[in-house]
């Protein structure tokens, strides 16, 4: 079975996907993960082949300096969710959905076009 998992760096739930991600892979499934280039060396070492967003915006909430979403400026609960909501979610999720739609297909979609 070829399976493919599309992954955002947020800095939790990682560990439970990396485990049925290696126990798929460790089952003869091809996996192939597609996700921002912090998590890159956390897939690869489950046997899964890696592909980083082409499109989408990359975050890395190792560190303080590539996290996207940055929550920790925001001064209100209601702050952090439209940090999250705008950045991540609403923002670019029409580049998130290019970048699967392509790597499932290995073609732009038809739906895109250039002008947006």
């Keep these: 079975m070829r ?3 599309a992954g955002w760096d947020s ?3 990682v560990e439970a996907v990396q485990t049925v991600v290696r126990r798929a892979a460790a089952h003869g499934h091809q996996v192939r993960v597609l996700g921002t280039e912090g998590l890159r060396d956390r897939f690869t ?4 082949s890696f592909r980083v967003y082409r499109y989408a915006p990359d975050n890395d909430c190792r560190s303080a300096e590539t996290d996207l979403v ?3 400026e925001a ?3 209601i702050g952090q969710f439209i940090r999250v909501r ?3 979610m609403f923002g670019p999720a029409r580049e998130f959905c290019r970048d699967v739609v392509e790597e499932l297909t290995g073609s732009r979609p038809t739906w895109w ?3 947006r």
């Design 3 to 5: 399976i493919l998992v």
């Design 11 to 13: 800095g939790g739930g």
């Design 45 to 48: 070492s489950t046997g899964a």
């Design 70 to 72: 940055k929550d920790w």
């Design 75 to 77: 001064r209100t609960s």
């Design 86 to 88: 705008d950045r991540v």
């Design 113 to 115: 076009s250039s002008t």
